[in-house]
């Protein structure tokens, strides 16, 4: 079968091979590949920005498919069934975390696309604990980004709640901005998310996806304009999706007294300087948000069906996976959205 590799570390180091197709044994479930998106991590990956704790491996984890194939152990999930999967495959599952179901928290756990060969690929297997039926509305399409959607249920409704009386900030018009800005103006809150000038369409995209207040940062007073929004408190929830610590120290500054300040985006370097006069003099919280957990998909799933997450529209090129580097080169050019590649 085909299968786009990272074959070292390095920038680039990356082909599309021929490779045997896996083998299910136990509970493992064997998944012919619809789609896949392309995220963050693995653009970071082809630069040689992450190092992936094994190589070669298969890239991809934000994926639907249809089951070809299970495991003699296998009780629930069938041939037949559209599926998408948690990127967990392996944990030790003795750990406090595990034994809570946090298994993103797992010392030990080995991950989809990263330890264990993922979805950029005509066939992949998963754990029948980690798959996920796709409700008979949601197309494969949208299903693909269930993945990411999860990491943002995770971080707004799983890492604090939210009312519907909040004003929330999101920081980076990105994929997970976006799907976190439905997240959270599914709750009914107030949504003001913020970019830069070169994200305009994307600060576009948010309004048409029912976003209340799109901010270009660069030419408009984003402090300004959440203290007017919000009678000069402060947003009572923000949420970093960009990763980029002057947008960082920005946000921290209208975070209201006592509000909660959720880090999704991840950056590019480990230490950064941030405002902690901010956090402690106005008495913040500020929470770290990793991945996602298994009753995120299960959210991420009903929100997929009700309508509640506009999918679709963020997906702005496909291609196949002969054609996976334009699909890379695509999403490193800034232009588009939401990439799929489909097997």
Avoid at 38 to 46: A, E, N, P, R, V
Avoid at 53 to 77: A, D, I, R, Y
Avoid at 86 to 106: H, S
Wanted: charged content about 25%.
């Amino acid at each position: 079968m085909k299968a786009v590799r990272k074959l070292e570390p390095g920038y680039d180091k990356m082909e599309l091979q021929q490779v045997e197709e896996p083998n299910v044994t136990g509970t493992l479930v064997k998944i012919k590949t619809a789609f896949t998106g392309i995220c963050g991590s693995d653009i970071h990956t082809f630069k040689g920005e992450y190092k992936n704790p094994k190589t070669p491996v298969t890239l991809g984890h934000e994926f639907s498919g249809t089951v070809v194939e299970v495991g003699p152990e296998v009780k629930k999930v069938k041939v037949g069934d559209r599926v998408v999967s948690e990127t967990t495959f392996e944990t030790c599952g003795k750990c406090r975390y595990c034994l809570e179901k946090d298994y993103n928290l797992c010392s030990n756990r080995r991950g989809i696309g990263t330890q264990q060969d993922g979805s950029f690929a005509e066939f992949l297997v998963s754990k029948e604990e980690s798959v996920h039926i796709i409700p008979d509305n949601v197309t494969f399409e949208a299903a693909a980004l269930t993945e990411p959607l999860a990491c943002c249920v995770h971080a707004a409704l799983e890492k604090t709640t939210i009312k519907a009386t909040d004003t929330v900030l999101i920081v980076g018009p990105g994929p997970i901005g976006l799907l976190l800005a439905q997240v959270v103006k599914a709750q009914g809150a107030k949504v003001i998310i913020s970019g830069i000038t070169k994200d305009k369409p994307r600060l576009d995209l948010a309004k048409e996806l029912g976003i209340d207040v799109a901010v270009d940062s660069m030419t408009e007073d984003l402090t300004n304009i959440v203290l007017e929004l919000t009678d000069g408190y402060g947003a009572d929830k923000v949420f970093d999706c960009s990763g980029f610590a002057p947008a960082v120290n920005q946000a921290l500054a209208v975070t209201s007294k006592k509000g909660t300040f959720v880090q999704v985006g991840l950056f590019v370097d480990k230490f950064n300087k941030f405002d902690q006069e901010s956090i402690i003099q106005r008495e913040i919280q500020y929470v770290g948000s990793r991945s996602q957990k298994p009753t995120s998909w299960v959210i991420a799933l009903q929100l997929l069906s009700d309508g509640k997450i506009d999918a679709d529209k963020m997906i702005t090129k496909v291609t196949d996976l002969d054609n996976w580097r334009e699909a890379f080169e695509a999403v490193m050019g800034g232009d588009e959205i939401k990439v799929l590649v489909k097997s």
